[in-house]
């Protein structure tokens, strides 16, 4: 693997905001990066880490958590990915499953195991863990990504370098890593074989996934195009899908020779497609949202929100109807933010962004989420602990 430096830049610095470590590293302290998800009751479930082990736990209200004891997913301690865009992901299926992914870091550098629990009774237990993906080689499998369809489907998705490893051996050239992903139809009992989505992935940003009513998934990542840049693709994927189409998704045209640790963010829009936000870096860098319908632009030019200079980044959207909310990350001298934007018409015009929330010390990235028509903040916080926020509507 070509070996990447970490570039200590104000770009850089955003994307490492929070997890300070080396490229590709892995947090050696108690790690802030925790997911969280609501059940069809409203509780809201938690999984995170500490000493080695992937945490679930859960508050039965939400206007002031209250959290059960956590249960231990895995039985021995692990070195898990919790640096960077690397954490435990928690999906909740309509008929009241839960199911966790994380990573586990290997000897080798940069490498790791995507591993996968799941309960089906409502939390009370959960089930042994188990490896998703059949390659065992201590290559990357790392960054992994979880949605679960109304269906009940399972996609796991994560970033994979068993082409760059075979195109070594090969004397060929090879850029970055792959998408690759595998899905579940049997409730996470097992897991088909895994496909590719792509090549020439980011080796380091988050993959951004949802899973359309239809039972297909849309994925959203950091790739790398020709020259050296580094912008986002996107790919529709099926469970029999072999090779998906892949579109192109920015074009901001940022060409480093390093891993930004910042992925994008998406969300459903109407029939048209989709919402996207993400960080882009280089002469125009900044925070961005647009539309897309998978094919070409819907809104153009991308519009920019947040504050460079206040190292804005790490988006979260979510959407309902015609509403769209943005939340993302700032930082100043003495406190780090969350900044929330609103759209009533579907992404075209928003509001004028608001301080949600703010804390002194290290903080987790922040994620929203939706019930019922109500949409919430959640962001970890070294000092506050959970910050757990009720979006004005």
Same mark, same amino acid.
């Given at each position: ?42 509780? #809201? ?5 500490? +000493?080695?082990?992937?945490?679930? /736990? ?24 919790? +640096? ?18 994380? %990573? ?39 960054? +992994? ?40 139809? $049997? ?22 996934? #949802? ?31 072999? %090779? ?10 940022? !060409?480093? $020779? ?34 897309? $319908? ?12 947040? /504050? ?8 979260? #959207? ?10 993302? !990350?700032?930082?100043? /001298? ?37 019930? +019922? ?21």
């Amino acid at each position: 693997m070509k070996t990447i430096k970490l570039i200590l830049s104000l770009v850089l610095v955003i994307a490492l905001a929070g997890n300070a470590g080396a490229h590709e590293g892995h947090d050696h302290g108690q790690p802030l990066a925790a997911s969280v998800a609501l059940d069809a009751k409203g509780n #809201l479930w938690r999984t995170s880490v500490k +000493d080695g082990f992937v945490l679930v /736990d859960k508050s039965t209200t939400v206007a002031s958590l209250n959290f059960s004891a956590p249960q231990k997913l895995n039985s021995q301690a692990q070195k898990i990915g919790t +640096d960077g865009d690397a954490r435990p992901k928690i999906a909740i299926a309509e008929n009241g499953n839960i199911y966790v992914t994380w %990573t586990q870091a290997l000897p080798t550098p940069y490498s790791g195991y995507i591993w996968f629990s799941r309960s089906s009774d409502g939390g009370k237990t959960f089930s042994q863990p188990s490896i998703v993906h059949q390659d065992r080689a201590e290559i990357t499998h790392r960054f +992994d990504a979880l949605s679960v369809s109304p269906s009940g489907r399972i996609y796991v998705a994560w970033v994979d370098k068993r082409d760059l490893i075979a195109a070594k051996k090969a004397k060929q050239a090879y850029d970055g890593a792959a998408i690759y992903y595998a899905v579940s139809d $049997d409730q996470g009992a097992s897991f088909s074989a895994e496909h590719k989505v792509a090549d020439s992935s980011c080796e380091c940003c988050r993959i951004a996934m #949802l899973v359309n009513e239809q039972g297909d998934a849309v994925m959203m990542w950091r790739h790398l195009f020709d020259g050296g840049v580094r912008d986002h693709a996107m790919a529709k994927v099926s469970a029999n899908e072999k %090779t998906p189409k892949v579109h192109r998704a920015s074009f901001g045209n940022w !060409k480093i $020779d390093a891993c930004p640790h910042h992925g994008p963010a998406i969300a459903k829009g109407g029939d048209w497609g989709y919402h996207m936000a993400w960080f882009d870096g280089g002469d125009k860098a900044g925070l961005f949202y647009a539309r897309m $319908d998978g094919e070409a632009w819907v809104s153009s030019p991308a519009k920019r929100f947040g /504050d460079v200079n206040s190292q804005a980044g790490h988006p979260a #959207l979510i959407s309902d109807g015609e509403q769209v909310w943005l939340a993302w !990350k700032e930082m100043t /001298d003495t406190a780090s933010l969350v900044k929330l934007a609103k759209s009533n018409d579907g992404g075209r015009s928003w509001n004028a962004p608001v301080v949600i929330s703010q804390t002194k010390g290290k903080s987790d990235y922040p994620q929203l989420l939706l019930k +019922d028509g109500q949409a919430y903040l959640a962001w970890n916080t070294e000092v506050d602990g959970l910050a757990w926020l009720k979006v004005a509507q």
